[in-house]
């Protein structure tokens, strides 16, 4: 690898406020830095060479952690995916995303990966990605606008462009996600690939919120990761399924409709095949109440 | 020209003041700059542990950090880990049950060992496991491992 | 004083010495490694499998602050090496696999090599690649080393008895292709050599090498240099598990840029380049036909073997030496025809790698064995028994196979794991419902446990040395790699010489201090550097026990050492303490120091022409039974339990014996299941851990292991050699078990859950089996 991809870094900051933060990013020469696991290797390889200044996130006040206020959760961009996995707001509120937690990575790379960090960084495989997708999750972009911070939320289904690639600016710092607080009845699940526990780029991965009343589904969210090139809301599917009641046959008709949906690719983890038969696996099993996958 | 950040933090108990670039990762400080070169560079990826260090008491991979975020840190390397007069528990536990061979991945080995007796309250033998899953060892088949943090960490079974 | 009993400290559980380093860090590794002075190298590899160079460009990269040294292979004469002498350090005239060397750079930092690197102008002429054996075999195919037209490489033929004959007699001819992937070591320390020459140009090499005398005579040829100037030393490696069993391009580059910068220079692999530039394990093509009659005798094998050699020629296409004796010596078998082809293709190449080609033969005779009961309607446990070698038979290459255990680590494994009791009902669930099924597998393999003799020697020198303190130093050929034969030495010194194992030193990192040894490989270290410390140990117990008998006024035979005294024999009543003795044996007029030296070769044969030829001084056997569970919609294999039968010989260090087991098992877990280095086109696709699948500890069964001591008449106190087995016997006993979960026979591993699923979804839509 060339020196020159990976960019340059002739400036450090480490603010304290998401004020500081935002005005060091202001100019759209910063690279944030925060849990770092994905970050200097991407430099290093050359895939998102760093902008000339290291803003260092880690030290901002009140970045990390999940709360609940006038029924919304809201997580941190700091949040790690251990904090996720040991909260007990998720644990009640939103257990999907300790059970996606537990799915990602290693140890000690949920001890560093952060929830921000995780959406940021876009990747079509992000574990983190798709329960938030089916918590129907917005993000909120802070950035410094004539000399104060200003803020825009936007919805998490719509805000990846591609791998890598979303619709956040360079001057802005995403410094939370949030979500609706799912009321009592809702379910939501989490699966992924294997045949390792967690340690898996995944080759496929779904989550699922979902209300069943009385047999009839409501509000269902199906969520799929590397099917695609951004993390994918299979809507045809959602949309077959809504007000549906759930038995074997719109399983059926369901997998069969996820299966025309995704148009995975041929890559070194998998086929288009194997990922295809994986996403109708999956649909079935998040909707038959087996996600141990 | 790359920043140069001077940073002040804790490092086996010692307060360490250091000059480093802005893109250095902390493994790198520490086995090139320090001179600590207990902690391994196996893949620079976050994919093996073997440089698994334990930043104010949780793990991390050194490769993946950066070092101007050690700055008030408080860092545990496997240098770190033993008293003057004897080897940790947990060191004492993997040499008594065999589990150093090549030896190369186990200071990272012991470091997340370590992360997860002190951090797990009734950690289990399957926790344990799912505990060490980012910790490669091509040598041992972890079995060793296994029995050497079971008992180290007072696992029953 | 009290009397002092006998002890042995044979069988023990004893902790490499080297642990307790190992486990605070302190052990300085190769790769920790910094001399003052240092520079560091790094190599340019081409960016595409076959091409002519037409120029080299490296004005820009030599003026760039802080490089020192910038070569090429169009700056230096011929230099050709390794196994047919085909490869170079830097390559000047063309390309004939991604690994190619085309330039090297030695600057004051790894960084300043890479923007160095960056700097350099290759201009290639790309030339028609090929990468597929059979094809290359064909006329026309592009030539991979102009001076061999046709490709071929390496070939090896063993023919005994009329197979003709045979297959007539024959009531079953099973006849399968099995085609067996790369994998690679995945060595926990990347590649590292760093080179230092003195005013008088000889070399200090610091090196990984499993083998430092050899590695003297084979790395000279790539510099130009007389083998004698070379001193090799061996510091702490990140394992090897035969990847560092030959000279491989980067250390000669090393030694170069060293040469040329007149300063020490460390060559060190990325993760990336490990995965691409390491040696690889031969991957195989095996055609095997294998008769018998109504009854399970197995009538005849015939085995058409083809192997993608790769660019260049290492260790790999040698493999089909060892193959070669599995299929003639696994299990008894009158008529064996085995013809092998190593062709050239430009592809990446392969080395040796833990079973060195019974890992690859094993996999398609233990399949063909479950594969044949099925077919003959017998229990897999009766035909294995019914085939399997006794004490004293003799193999159609000439293996005797004394002190044979076979039969015996058969019954122990089956009966121990419930096999044909879950086989049986695992087979009969196969077609009810449920998603999730069990199956479990054995299969059995016999490898060389008393070296090989591959060179006119097997030999090992040991120097064993008592000082005034009765301190011992052993000075051993044989070198440590991470496998722990540091600790079976000390324990062997203990045993004769009645000393604490801690008043053992271990020298065996130097080739201007150490004795002559063949090298770490074979699984003969123990067996052979074991013999050889004992009969030097026993040396100095005689030379001691002389000296005493004239202080007691006692016959030699009538004296013993335990616990650092001379005491005597029959009552154990203390003579004279071991380290006042040897003061006064050494501090005198004309004295001879206790310090003795041993060359141990093994009593077995090279192969005469024909490959016959009794080439180990012990054979050995292991039984492995794997239980799985398989997911059949997704294709994910978990196995569940793993019980393991093997002829040891004799336990020396029941830890280290399990360790190596242990870790011997999940290796080949992978080697079944999860690892699989894809080269497609020549291109090494998945260069890490994310998609480079080992073995991590969620995944790792239970392990029941079992020892059969057979009480070898030659190995060390009845050793025999013991660390390739278990990597040789596990995958197939993982793909027999699959077959019983699910009745589809898998003969290209690695078993992934896309390949399984795969097979599955065209059996259940009618499409022919994928493998």
């Known amino acids: 690898m060339s020196p020159q991809a990976k960019g340059t870094l002739d400036e450090y900051r480490a603010p304290a406020t998401l004020a500081e933060a935002a005005e060091a990013l202001a100019d759209g020469k910063g690279t944030v830095l925060a849990g770092g696991t994905d970050l200097m290797l991407q430099a290093e390889a050359g895939k998102t060479p760093y902008r000339g200044r290291l803003v260092n996130i880690r030290r901002v006040a009140g970045l990390r952690g999940v709360t609940e206020d006038g029924g919304t959760i809201r997580i941190g961009a700091l949040t790690t995916v251990t904090d996720l996995l040991n909260d007990p707001l998720v644990a009640e509120k939103a257990p999907v995303l300790a059970a996606t937690a537990d799915k990602f990575a290693s140890s000690q790379i949920r001890n560093a990966a952060t929830v921000g960090g995780n959406i940021c960084n876009a990747s079509p495989a992000g574990d983190m990605i798709l329960p938030l997708l089916a918590l129907d999750a917005r993000v909120e972009l802070a950035s410094w606008r004539d000399g104060a911070l200003a803020t825009r939320t936007v919805a998490l289904d719509g805000f990846f462009t591609g791998p890598g690639a979303t619709v956040k600016g360079p001057e802005e710092l995403l410094g939370a996600v949030l979500f609706e607080t799912p009321p009592a009845g809702r379910t939501a699940r989490f699966v992924k690939s294997g045949p390792r526990p967690a340690l898996e780029i995944a080759t496929v991965a779904a989550a699922i919120a979902m209300t069943v009343d009385g047999g009839t589904l409501r509000d269902v969210r199906l969520a799929l990761g590397a099917v695609a090139p951004t993390p994918l809301r299979a809507k045809r599917t959602e949309a077959l399924l809504e007000g549906e009641t759930l038995d074997g046959d719109l399983i059926a008709r369901a997998a069969e409709t996820v299966a025309g949906e995704v148009n995975p690719i041929d890559d070194v983890r998998a086929t288009a095949w194997y990922r295809k038969h994986l996403v109708t696996i999956y649909v079935r099993r998040l909707l038959q109440d087996d996600g141990k996958g | 020209m790359t920043a140069k950040v001077e940073i002040e933090f804790t490092l086996n108990g010692r307060p360490r003041r250091v000059t480093v670039p802005a893109d250095m990762s902390t493994l790198t400080l520490l086995r090139e700059e320090l001179g600590l070169t207990g902690s391994k560079l196996a893949c620079g990826e976050g994919e093996c542990g073997a440089c698994t260090i334990l930043v104010d008491g949780v793990s991390q991979n050194a490769c993946l950090m950066f070092a101007v975020d050690c700055a008030g840190r408080d860092l545990l390397t496997i240098e770190g880990l033993r008293t003057e007069d004897a080897l940790h528990p947990m060191q004492r536990a993997f040499v008594d049950h065999g589990a150093i061979q090549c030896g190369f991945c186990m200071p990272g080995m012991i470091m997340q060992a370590k992360y997860l007796a002190d951090t797990t309250p009734g950690l289990t033998r399957e926790g344990m496991r799912r505990g060490l899953e980012g910790n490669v060892c091509r040598c041992t088949g972890y079995k060793k491992v296994f029995d050497a943090v079971a008992d180290a960490a007072g696992i029953d079974g | ?771």
């Open chain 3, 1 to 771: 004083m009290d009397p002092i009993a006998k002890k042995s400290v044979i069988g023990g559980r004893v902790p490499k010495p080297d642990a307790p380093d190992k486990a605070v860090g302190r052990t300085r590794y190769i790769n920790d490694m910094v001399l003052p002075q240092m520079l560091y190298g790094r190599i340019l590899h081409a960016d595409r499998p076959h091409a002519r160079i037409v120029a080299i460009d490296t004005a820009e990269a030599a003026k760039l602050p802080g490089v020192h040294v910038v070569l090429t292979g169009k700056d230096m004469p011929r230099m050709l090496f390794g196994v047919n002498r085909d490869n170079r350090p830097l390559k000047g005239d063309k390309v004939r696999c991604i690994r190619d060397e085309i330039a090297a750079v030695a600057a004051e930092s790894e960084e300043i090599c890479d923007a160095a690197l960056a700097l350099i102008k290759v201009t290639y002429e790309d030339l028609p690649a090929v990468f597929d054996p059979a094809e290359a075999m064909r006329p026309g195919a592009p030539a991979v080393h102009d001076e061999k037209p046709d490709n071929l490489s390496l070939a090896y033929r063993f023919d005994h008895g009329d197979v003709a004959a045979a297959e007539a007699e024959s009531d079953v001819v099973l006849d399968d292709v099995f085609d067996v992937h790369y994998v690679t070591h995945c060595c926990m320390g990347t590649s590292c050599a760093i080179a230092d020459f003195d005013t008088d140009g000889k070399l200090t090499i610091y090196s990984q090498t499993q083998y430092p005398y050899n590695f003297k005579m084979d790395l000279a040829p790539a510099l130009g240099m007389h083998p004698g100037d070379i001193r090799v030393i061996q510091p702490p490696v990140g394992g090897a598990f035969g990847s560092k069993l030959d000279v491989y391009p980067y250390e000669p580059v090393c030694v170069l840029l060293a040469r040329a910068a007149r300063r020490p220079v460390k060559l060190t692999f990325s993760r990336e380049e490990e995965f691409i530039n390491a040696p690889t394990r031969q991957p195989a093509r095996i055609h095997l036909r294998t008769g018998a009659k109504a009854d399970g005798t197995l009538t005849f094998r015939d085995v058409d073997c083809l192997l993608n050699n790769g660019a260049y020629t290492s260790w790999g296409p040698t493999t089909p030496y060892v193959m070669m004796r599995t299929f003639s010596s696994h299990y008894r078998v009158p008529v064996v025809r085995f013809h092998s082809q190593a062709v050239y293709t430009n592809n990446p190449y392969a080395g040796s790698f833990r079973g060195y080609g019974n890992v690859q033969a094993t996999y398609a005779t233990a399949s063909h064995m479950d594969m044949l009961a099925e077919r003959l309607g017998m229990d897999l446990l009766t035909l294995s028994l019914k085939n399997a070698q006794e004490s004293g038979e003799v193999s159609p290459q000439g293996s005797v196979l004394a002190d044979c255990a076979f039969a015996e680590c058969l019954t122990v494994a089956a009966e121990k794991s419930g096999f044909l009791e879950k086989q049986a009902r695992y087979a009969a669930a196969r077609n009810t419902p449920g998603r999730i099924k069990r199956g479990i597998g054995l299969a059995s393999s016999i490898h060389n446990a008393g070296g090989a003799k591959i060179h006119k020697s097997d030999g090992c020198g040991t120097i064993v040395k008592l000082d005034d303190y009765a301190r011992c130093t052993v000075i051993t050929g044989a070198s440590e790699i991470g496998q722990g034969i540091d600790a079976v030495l000390c324990q062997v010194m203990a045993e004769e010489l009645g000393i604490p194992m801690s008043d053992v030193t271990i020298v065996n990192n130097d080739s201007a201090i150490g004795p002559w040894d063949v090298g770490v490989h074979a699984s003969r270290t123990t067996f052979i550097a074991g013999n050889g410390a004992r009969r030097a140990a026993q040396k100095a117990r005689a030379q001691i026990l002389k000296a005493a008998s004239h202080q007691a006024n006692m016959p030699p035979e009538g004296l013993d050492l335990r616990e650092g005294w001379v005491v005597l024999d029959h009552s154990g009543e203390p003579v004279v303490k071991l380290d006042r003795l040897l003061r006064q044996m050494h501090f005198q007029k004309d004295s001879e120091l206790v310090m003795v030296t041993d060359y141990y070769e093994p009593p077995s044969e090279e192969e005469r022409p024909g490959h016959v030829g009794d080439m180990s001084a012990a054979y050995s056997h292991a039984v492995h039974v794997a239980e799985v569970e398989v997911d059949t919609e997704t294709g994910e294999v978990r196995v569940l339990k793993v019980t393991s039968a093997q002829d040891v010989g004799r336990i020396i260090n029941e830890m280290g014996l399990e360790a190596q087991v242990e870790g011997g098992i999940v290796m080949g877990l992978g080697y079944a299941l999860s690892e699989h280095l894809l080269i497609q086109d020549g291109r090494v696709r998945n260069p890490n851990f994310r998609d480079y699948k080992v073995f991590t500890a969620p995944e790792v069964p239970e392990m029941d292991l079992h020892f059969i001591e057979s009480h070898s008449q030659t190995g060390p106190m009845g050793a025999k050699g013991i660390a390739e087995l278990p990597t040789i016997v596990i995958a197939p006993a993982v793909a027999n078990a699959v077959y019983n979960a699910i009745g589809i026979r898998f003969k290209a591993p690695p078993l992934t859950p896309e390949k399984v699923a795969r097979a599955i979804w065209d059996r259940d839509h009618g499409a022919v089996a994928a493998e």
